[in-house]
């Protein structure tokens, strides 16, 4: 792909020859590998110039339209599964699975005979852990799903799955409480898509892209208070049938937002000129109509072409399979970096409640102030997840040139080093005062478990979005978020550890998990060198502005 041609060059620069022409117009992308947009009558554009804004298409009051109601989708809806523990306190009132309570031989504190009631509470953990595994084990075929079809077909496919999710919920009963089952997987199987599907709005706002997909992820976090406020309206006597019906009767909003304020495909990024989505109103924009009028026969549109530098989107040519992609050892140690970090905090979740009664020393009051503290601090998702895109963004900040094209790309890259490794300090950090045996230590812990888990996904998401070509996006967040719900099986036998042998008391346990958390420190480092390579292939190629219109860089895949 050509490299190193300015605008001024285009006017006054040699003659490039009929063939290298002839090849260069025959691509359907309008994008050079140096940052220039190519249009049919004004030569060339730097792809910056369009990055954070656009002449014509779409307003400012339309993508912002976009980023606040995606906001307020993965904050109301699409990770509630995680409020569960809110949920269990209503189901438990209403009697689902009570039938599998058993007389206590062992006398209440009122000295009369209780209920043994471990069943019902296995079934309830049960249906939880179904649900959550299906959150991130189903991310890798929905992100097919997306990737294949589009934006429209897999946002209708979410919100059929979340409807029929919140239905099954309405219509349940305790003799039919086996519909807790397929309900929960199909609202957390919906949830995951319906964000996947929103974190390419940060696409709209170039300058903030990283900050925006953070953001969404911690919306997704903070989206556990949903069904905290299912149980405070029911002890106000709301039922939960009613409840889940309003739930259901949201699906209308989320089609409105997908016909309307979402594209039919993906949305690039670069942003081309005149970018426009969603459904197009008979007296659209002048200046949208007049770049189809100008678009050449045959020339895909806006959305049909994922205007993507070859180079640019983490240093994999155009014609990169998803499978180089998935089997390069910068995804498989970033896989290493999710897994062993959300491994860390399931197991912290696992164990809380016996980690706190040991603490305690049985003192159940003091057990459920500690509880609630927790339940506190897990709404402060959304509003620690941004810190994190500001240290990937830090570089499109100030006054000064920022670079364009395979440099820009190299830019994105080197700030996810930062990234990374903070995120896996904090987690180091959260894990060490975990093992605190300290009861109000506990408060510190709580706080930086949030800003941790926060960091992870939002990180998590980002980092892929920057590294890999744009078209795999949702194949490799999915792949990831797959090996890692394998990886968070192990959280069971370890589970099963510190009830048994180590009779409730996790400290031998979290002392071997900060060793565990030392591992994801590779990945950072795997990313450094590989920012490394690609600068000393772009030096010895010359820098963009200098080599050739023919010369071609392709980076290699590390294996």
């Known amino acids: ?9 285009l ?3 040699p003659r490039v020859s009929s063939r290298a022409s002839r090849g260069w117009r025959r691509r359907e992308r309008t994008l050079g590998a140096a940052g220039l947009v190519k249009t049919p009558q004004a030569g060339a554009r730097p792809v910056g110039a369009w990055a954070g804004a656009m002449a014509g298409g779409a307003g400012l009051a339309k993508r912002l339209g976009t980023l606040l109601s995606g906001l307020l989708e993965c904050g109301a809806f699409c990770g509630i599964i995680f409020g569960w523990a809110s949920l269990v306190f209503v189901l438990k009132d209403l009697g689902y699975f009570e039938g599998l309570c058993q007389p206590s031989a062992t006398p209440g504190p009122n000295l009369t005979l209780g209920s043994d009631c471990s069943g019902q509470d296995e079934q309830f953990s049960l249906v939880f852990t179904i649900g959550s595994f299906m959150n991130n084990f189903m991310t890798f075929p929905m992100g097919v799903v997306f990737d294949r079809f589009g934006t429209t077909a897999a946002r209708l496919i979410a919100i059929s799955l979340y409807t029929g999710g919140t239905l099954l919920v309405a219509f349940s009963t305790p003799e039919l409480a086996v519909l807790l089952f397929p309900a929960m997987s199909m609202l957390s199987v919906g949830g995951i898509l319906l964000i996947l599907t929103n974190m390419q709005v940060g696409n709209l706002f170039g300058n903030y892209r990283s900050i925006i997909i953070t953001l969404y992820n911690g919306a997704f976090d903070s989206s556990s208070a ?17 409840m889940f019906l309003f739930l259901a009767a949201c699906s209308a909003w989320h089609l409105l937002r997908t016909l309307f304020l979402m594209p039919r495909s993906r949305i690039p990024y670069p942003l081309p000129p005149d970018y426009d989505y969603g459904l197009q109103c008979r007296g659209r924009s002048r200046s949208y109509r007049a770049h189809k009028d100008k678009q050449t026969p045959g ?12 180079i640019a989107r983490g240093g994999d040519t155009p014609g990169t399979p998803f499978w180089a992609c998935a089997c390069s050892w910068l995804f498989a140690w970033h896989v290493a970096w999710l897994s062993v970090m959300q491994l860390r905090h399931y197991l912290f979740i696992g164990t809380l409640n016996p980690q706190l009664e040991h603490l305690a ?8 102030t500690y509880t609630n503290a927790f339940a506190c601090t897990q709404l402060c998702g959304v509003l620690c997840a941004p810190w994190n895109g500001l240290i990937l963004d830090r570089h499109k900040r100030g006054k000064g040139a920022r670079p364009e094209g395979t440099l820009a790309a190299l830019a994105d890259l080197r700030s996810a080093v930062l990234s990374l490794a903070v995120t896996v300090a904090l987690c180091l950090l959260f894990s060490v005062l975990a093992a605190v045996p300290v009861l ?3 408060f510190g812990t709580f706080v930086l478990q949030v800003i941790s888990r926060s960091f992870l996904y939002g990180g998590n998401a980002a980092f892929l979005a920057i590294a890999f070509p744009p078209q795999h996006f949702g194949k490799l967040y999915g792949l990831a978020m797959a090996l890692s719900a394998l990886v968070a099986l192990l959280q069971y036998p370890c589970v099963a550890l510190v009830q ?13 998990l900060i060793t565990v958390v030392l591992v994801a420190f590779v990945s950072p480092v795997v990313v450094a060198r590989e920012c490394q390579r690609r600068a000393k292939e772009l030096g010895m190629a010359g820098t963009p502005l200098a080599a050739p219109p023919s010369t071609e860089i392709h980076a290699e895949t590390p294996h």
């Open 500 to 512: 048994g042998p180590l009779q409730g008391d996790p400290f031998y346990m979290n002392l071997g």
């Open 11 to 13: 006017r006054t620069g």
């Open 1 to 9: 792909m050509a490299r190193g041609v300015t605008q001024a060059s």
């Open 226 to 242: 949903i069904f905290l406020i299912v149980k405070l309206l029911y002890e106000q006597g709301l039922s939960l049938r009613a």
């Open 361 to 368: 020393h049985g003192d159940h009051a003091l057990v459920s």
């Open 440 to 442: 109000p230590a506990q």
């Open 299 to 310: 020339e895909a549109g806006p959305e049909e072409t994922p205007l993507e530098p070859p």
